[in-house]
């Protein structure tokens, strides 16, 4: 029990200096650290796609995953978009006949989950 309650508040300090930190840094700084973490960069992302509790599609293989900006404002847009495999039957393998794609995925109207691939 006293081991739990220093780990909850070992995360409450983490969080509060996160905080702090974000909180002390200019508004350039914000925004880029905010394209940071809505640009992803890897080698093995993986874009899952659902309906409902059901995996309705699957991209493999992403490399860049990149956030929509702007032409004038340079403002970031509502949706993500990339390449990638698809997976037509969902086997987390790419199998001949699977080719890469371009896709766009929404952030309001779309339940999705972007992971690197562990394997």
């Keep these: 029990?006293?081991?739990?309650?220093?780990?909850?508040?070992?995360?409450i300090s983490i969080s509060v200096t996160a905080i702090f930190l974000v909180s002390a840094c200019t508004q350039e700084q914000q925004n880029k650290i905010s394209r940071d973490i809505q640009n992803w960069t890897g080698t093995n992302g993986v874009l899952e796609i659902y309906a409902g509790?059901?995996?309705?599609?699957?991209?493999i293989k992403i490399d860049k995953l990149s956030t929509a900006m702007g032409t004038e404002d340079n403002k970031p847009r509502p949706y993500r978009y990339g390449?990638?495999?698809?997976?037509?039957?969902?086997?987390?393998?790419?199998?001949?006949?699977?080719?890469?794609v371009y896709f766009e995925i929404s952030d309001f109207?779309?339940?999705?989950?972007?992971?690197?691939?562990?394997?």
């Excluded at 509790?53 to 991209?59: I, L, P, W």
């Excluded at 109207?109 to 394997?119: I, L, Q």
Aim: no cysteine; net charge positive.
């Design 1 to 11: 029990m006293i081991a739990t309650k220093k780990r909850a508040a070992y995360a």
């Design 53 to 59: 509790d059901k995996v309705a599609r699957r991209f």
């Design 83 to 100: 390449y990638g495999i698809l997976d037509e039957n969902l086997n987390m393998v790419v199998d001949p006949g699977e080719k890469k």
């Design 109 to 119: 109207a779309s339940n999705y989950v972007f992971f690197e691939n562990p394997k």
